[in-house]
């Protein structure tokens, strides 16, 4: 082992872990891909849908009036997106073929919560679809809506509206309150339980979704957080080389890593961060506790493009090669 191997081993204070051999990807991504059910899918370029197996083998192509800058979500086996028009298109993701199509509805964004399809139109309603048939069960009575979001486990959906912020009944569509805001900017970033994180400038605030009271959190925002599962922010500290979990609802940190001086990429799966450090090393972080494992360089060309898990595995996926890594081998290396 070289003494700049060993001192960055101790510098982490990290566990080994073992990769397979990198799998050559059939048709690589256009952009980042979904991994639901041991395969990926996304566009492999502007227009093109595809399902790729964790074996990097191509198992069918979409070419149906989509557009790679609208969003898509897959949830179950249904996946829904927005065409170039705004109708709303759901396809099975065993086999890619249609299981619906809503030609009604000219929507700009949408939110899937389970059973509905929530749609904001161009008209600034927002519109509920059922996931199974795509027929519609609500339109709001009322419009001109920017920005909208289901707000977790609470039965209601937020829109926002200027400074104003419209509560509607999930199920019916039915206004249940409005709140009134300082100020007509900032965005909803994330949602669980009872409470709605809108992000202001340099500020978190917490919109609760059963009184409508709002409060300020001291985690302070930065260009590098993300959000995850489990709804709380990860810092990435570049300057300190670290990463920082706290739950923003009582601001307490719950875990930091260990610095590893420069930070030069970071890339998230639901329940993992992967770091890339000097030497092309990397650094595979658990975000329910924080703890890390260490690898060398992997011998693949091109650079990452994401990281996903499932329940045994987790996958790094390069611009035309997949690492596949076991779970069970991270604690035992």
């Known amino acids: 082992m070289s003494l700049r191997l060993f001192a960055l081993l101790s510098l982490f204070s990290v566990t ?3 990769a397979s051999e990198p799998v050559e990807l059939s048709e690589p991504f256009y952009a980042k891909p979904v991994l639901y059910d041991g395969a990926f899918y996304g566009f492999s370029d502007g227009t093109t849908f595809s399902k790729v197996s ?10 149906d009036q989509l557009d790679a800058e609208n969003p898509f979500q897959l949830h ?9 028009n705004g109708n709303v298109i759901a396809y099975d993701s065993a ?27 161009v008209s600034g309603s927002i519109e509920s679809l059922d996931l199974f048939t795509g027929r519609k069960k609500w339109t709001s009575k009322e419009g001109g ?16 509206k200027g400074r104003s912020v419209v509560y509607l009944e999930s199920q019916l569509g039915s206004k249940v309150r409005s709140i009134t805001l300082r100020s007509s900017k900032g965005t909803l970033v994330s949602d669980w339980n009872r409470n709605v994180v809108r992000q202001v400038g340099s500020q978190l605030q917490l919109i609760d979704t059963l009184d409508g009271t709002v409060s300020v959190s001291s985690v302070q925002p930065s260009e590098n957080m993300t959000w995850f599962q489990d709804h709380y922010p990860v810092v990435v500290d570049d300057k300190k080389g670290t990463l920082r979990q706290y739950d923003v609802e009582t601001n307490m940190l719950q875990w930091e890593t260990v610095p590893t001086h420069d930070i030069q990429d970071v890339h998230f799966s639901e329940a993992f961060a992967l770091l890339t450090v000097p030497s092309d090393n990397m ?29 045994k595995s987790v996958f790094i ?17």
């Not at 964790?54 to 070419?63: C, K, L, P, Y």
């Not at 179950?76 to 170039?84: A, C, D, G, Q, T």
């Not at 619906?100 to 939110?111: A, K, R």
């Open 16 to 18: 080994l872990f073992a």
């Open 54 to 63: 964790d074996a990097g083998q191509v198992s069918w192509r979409i070419q």
């Open 76 to 84: 179950f086996n249904h996946i829904v997106f927005l065409r170039k």
């Open 95 to 121: 086999l890619g073929n249609e299981i619906w199509l809503n030609e009604t509805v000219q929507g700009t964004d949408f939110f899937i919560r389970y059973p509905y399809v929530y749609v904001l139109t």
């Open 145 to 160: 809506f920017s920005s909208f979001r289901p707000a977790g486990r609470s039965g209601v959906v937020l829109a926002r």
């Open 283 to 311: 650094v595979l972080v658990d975000l329910k506790d924080g703890e890390s494992y260490f690898h060398e360089s992997i011998d693949v060309d091109g650079a990452i493009q994401g990281v996903y898990d499932d329940a």
């Open 317 to 333: 996926l390069y611009q035309k090669e997949i690492v596949k890594l076991d779970k069970t081998g991270l604690k035992n290396e």
